[in-house]
Antibody, heavy 122, light 113 residues
Framework: QVQLVQSGAEVKEPGASVKVSCEASGYTFRSYDINWVRQATGQGLEWMGSINPYRGDTDYAQRFQGRVTMTRDTSISTVYMELSSLRSEDTAVYYC???????????????WGQGTTVTVSS | DIVMTQSPLSLPVTPGESASISCRST???????????LDWYLQKPGKSPQLLIY???NRASGVPDRFSGSGSGTDFTLKISRVEAGDVGIYYC??????????FGQGTKLEIE
């Protein structure tokens, strides 16, 4: 079945970096953009950025520019989100989500990973 | 960026009754192709968000017809008919007009009375 499986929980110290993976299966990996969305504890959803797995091009939310890097490895159908210079406010659950298009028509973010908890604490 | 505002933020509902959530955007989400780029997502307790509605009124695969989306431009509504216990969670609207500049509403928490 179509699914996105994310890497496990991480605990990092302030100032460190974290790299979260999102492995796709059940569909043609290169055909769908992947978005990253985060959710701080008790807070709402925040879009962080997107990557096109075919071309590798990315777009990042302005507030994360310079701190976030999204990459992909097509050989293993996996995208990565790396966030650097971590601070306590980055403690959150990070989700990857597939953006679906059908014959040029937008169809929403239809598949989500299970989420990865990142805790930033000294 | 487009700002999305939902109301109410908390919505207690009696099972079997209907519920409506409003979502407003600071810019029109109506594209020149005639589509409104507005999605609705539900995040059940302890779970990942799931897509309910895309392009304002199109139900995602597997979503019951008790869920319906309407509206155009800057004002949108999600209606849930015959609310069930399994509908509890937080509902989010999201604008998709600005591709790769997506923004979500604050979320509306639906609870069963």
């Amino acid at each position: 079945q179509v699914q996105l499986v994310q890497s496990g929980a991480e605990v990092k110290e302030p100032g460190a970096s974290v790299k979260v993976s999102c492995e796709a299966s059940g569909y043609t990996f290169r055909s769908y953009d992947i978005n990253w969305v985060r959710q701080a504890t008790g807070q709402g959803l925040e879009w962080m950025g997107s990557i096109n797995p075919y071309r590798g091009d990315t777009d990042y939310a302005q507030r994360f520019q310079g701190r976030v890097t999204m990459t992909r490895d097509t050989s293993i159908s996996t995208v990565y989100m790396e966030l650097s210079s971590l601070r306590s406010e980055d403690t959150a659950v990070y989700y990857c989500a597939r953006e679906s298009w059908n014959n040029g028509r937008y169809c929403g973010m239809d598949v989500w990973g299970q989420g990865t908890t990142v805790t930033v604490s000294s | 960026d487009i700002v999305m505002t939902q109301s109410p933020l908390s919505l207690p509902v009696t099972p079997g009754e209907s519920a409506s959530i409003s979502c407003r955007s600071t810019q029109s989400l109506l594209h020149g192709n005639g589509n409104n780029y507005l999605d609705w997502y539900l995040q059940k307790p302890g779970k990942s968000p799931q897509l309910l509605i895309y392009l304002g009124s199109n139900r995602a695969s597997g979503v019951p017809d008790r869920f319906s989306g309407s509206g155009s431009g800057t004002d949108f509504t999600l209606k849930i008919s015959r609310v069930e216990a399994g509908d509890v969670g937080i509902y989010y609207c999201m604008q998709g007009l600005q591709t790769r500049r997506y923004t979500f509403g604050q979320g509306t928490k639906l609870e069963i009375e």
